[in-house]
């Protein structure tokens, strides 16, 4: 997670170097092929990051039972199962909600389309 987030840091830093160079431009942008790739690769390594410091935080949350020093039974919660299924089902539906939100928002976004007048950038006029 550590290494993912000072990778991130640095993609941050070298693109806002380049666009402060002007690199960014539309026209400019296809030359900047390995910022490009930085930026794909990034979504993987985000996800992994994720991944990582889940599986750290349980195995550091719990050693005494993964290494098998203390039983599982002995460190069981005492809350009801309903309650914990009421939590569970609380998640699914905030993650519901979220995931129906971004959806509806991309969708509207993406049927719009480009903006034509960010596409073709006004022309200065010629000095006579």
Do not use: C, H
Not at 60 to 86: C, F
Not at 97 to 110: C, K, M, Q, W
Request: a positive charge; proline letters at 6%; glycine letters at 12%.
């Amino acid at each position: 997670m550590v290494f993912a987030g000072f990778a991130f840091l640095g993609l941050a830093l070298w693109t806002g170097w380049r666009w402060k160079k002007g690199a960014l431009a539309a026209e400019r942008l296809p030359g900047e092929k390995w910022l490009l790739y930085a930026w794909v690769a990034a979504g993987p390594l985000a996800w992994a990051a994720v991944e990582g410091g889940w599986i750290t935080r349980e195995v550091g949350r719990q050693p005494w039972l993964v290494y098998g020093l203390v039983r599982t039974s002995e460190a069981a919660t005492a809350l009801p199962a309903g309650t914990v299924a009421a939590s569970l089902a609380g998640y699914f539906v905030i993650a519901g909600l979220l995931t129906a939100a971004f959806v509806a928002l991309a969708g509207r976004v993406l049927a719009q389309g480009p903006d034509d007048s960010m596409l073709n950038p006004p022309q200065a006029p010629s000095a006579r």
